[in-house]
């Protein structure tokens, strides 16, 4: 794993850890991203040595996280559907969890090929069951029918262009709160760039490679 990569690995994994080792062994990581004062839980460094491998990168791994995180309090991720996703599922009060790194090798292949963050993960946690992007799938109820859509699928009146359906609507608000979600993310992450790259925030190759 390249140095300059490990403390953005220790910084989010602050926000996302793959175990918790208690609130004083957490309050001083946070303070070793900075000054370089404590090791790092070896079940952290694992993980992120699996995940490098697997071709993450700190930013990718916080971004999931961030979207993961999003699905499970809107009740849209279980143990039963998506366990096969995850190493560790999700632990409580403080939700570490350990992703299981080869699985989410056709979510980075989507990134990859300048698909969505959000679109990516419906494609992983759905079993691929996403239509390609720009077609979309449509049955009886959705199916527009001359000028007009059917009747099960009414015309907004207000709030939107004419001619588009609730549904629609409703996919177009529901997708622009995802960008909005990626979007911050992104933003977060870049200012954690420029702080690990910053004289005296970096942990040294001898300090990382402690246990």
């Known amino acids: 794993m390249p140095e300059a990569d490990r403390p953005l690995w220790s910084r989010y ?20 991203v900075k000054d370089i004062t404590t090791r790092i839980p070896q079940v952290w460094k694992q993980t992120a040595a699996e995940l490098h491998s697997a071709g993450f990168t700190p930013l990718r ?15 849209k991720l279980n ?24 699985a989410w090798k056709p979510w980075l292949e989507r990134l990859n090929r300048a698909e969505s963050p959000s679109r990516a993960l419906d494609y992983v946690l759905h079993d691929a069951d ?31 262009n004419p001619g ?8 177009l608000r529901e997708r622009n709160r995802l960008l909005e979600q990626e979007n911050e ?8 760039v420029t702080q690990a790259h910053r004289p005296g925030s970096e942990l040294t190759d001898r300090d990382c490679a402690r246990r």
Not at 61 to 75: F, Q, S, V
Not at 83 to 100: E, H, I, S, T, Y
Not at 164 to 171: A, H, L, M
């Open 13 to 32: 994994m602050i926000d996302y850890c793959p175990s918790f080792p208690g609130g004083m062994l957490m309050s001083a990581i946070d303070n070793s």
């Open 61 to 75: 791994y916080y971004l999931l996280a961030e979207l993961l995180a999003d699905l499970r309090e809107r009740n």
């Open 79 to 102: 143990q039963a559907a998506h366990g096969r996703l995850f190493r560790q599922w999700f632990k409580d009060p403080v939700p570490a969890f350990q992703l299981r790194a080869d």
């Open 130 to 160: 996403v239509p390609r992007l720009g077609r979309r799938r449509t049955n009886q109820r959705h199916r527009l029918s001359g000028p007009r859509y059917s009747q099960s699928s009414p015309i907004l009146d207000t709030g939107a």
């Open 164 to 171: 588009t359906s609730i549904s629609k609507y409703t996919e």
């Open 185 to 192: 993310a992104l933003r977060r992450a870049a200012g954690d």
